[in-house]
């Protein structure tokens, strides 16, 4: 396998931390931004989208940080399950959905522009998901009993927001994140179960 992706964490990592925690081996083809215009419309990545998942016979998936394939080939995907199918699902768009407001953080035109949308993700966006979250993870560690895509999906975000020595925004997330207490030990599991990977990674900013 080898993955695609900035040398960033993002919507990466959730692979990343997947396949570490499942033990497989995978190559990084790590592209710089300086690369990506010209690799967007060569065709390689469906619809010009990163990350991709290659595959040995060259064939490259792509992944929006949505693993269902890979949490069904290494069993952190609850097929024949419904219900726990829905959970890991719409707990996985909810951050896809949420993602941008974050990167905007960093990525938005004007330094005005970016604090707004910093302002805007800490006082609404980021609560709102963990409130939710917070609901969903009443009485359990993991959203589905055990550990899922979802809680990779999660987890990774957590890792960006809150557990990110780079990240700037690192102490305001965290406070938003102390009002939510089944998020908290939900974080505090977690970090705990992937800490080998958290501590081998390189530091990125986002």
């Known amino acids: 396998l080898k993955l695609h992706y900035f040398p960033l964490y993002g919507r990466g990592e959730p692979i990343r931390m997947l396949l570490d925690h499942a033990g497989v081996k995978f190559e990084e083809n790590k592209i710089t931004f300086a690369d990506w215009p010209a690799l967007k419309t060569s065709g390689k990545f469906e619809g010009g989208f990163i990350p991709g998942l290659e595959w040995k016979d060259g064939t490259v998936m792509l992944d929006l940080g949505d693993p269902q394939m890979l949490g069904i ?3 952190y995907y609850p097929w024949g399950d419904f219900e726990k199918m829905w959970i890991c699902d719409s ?5 896809n959905d949420i993602f ?4 905007d953080c960093f990525f938005a035109a004007s330094d005005t522009a970016k604090a707004e949308a910093l302002k805007a993700f800490l006082e609404n966006h980021l609560p709102t998901l963990l409130r939710i979250f917070d609901a969903r993870l009443k009485g359990r560690v ?3 009993g055990k550990l899922s895509i979802a809680d990779f999906a999660f987890g990774a975000f957590l890792s960006q927001t809150v557990g990110n020595p780079g990240s700037p925004h690192g102490a305001a997330c965290t406070a938003v994140l102390k009002k939510f207490p089944n998020c908290c030990n939900f974080w505090e599991n977690f970090a705990k179960e992937n800490d080998a990977h958290l501590k081998a990674r390189p530091s990125a900013f986002i």
């Open 91 to 95: 707990t996985i768009d909810a951050i």
């Open 100 to 103: 941008p407001k974050f990167t």
């Open 142 to 144: 993991y959203f589905t």
């Open 73 to 75: 080939e290494y069993g």
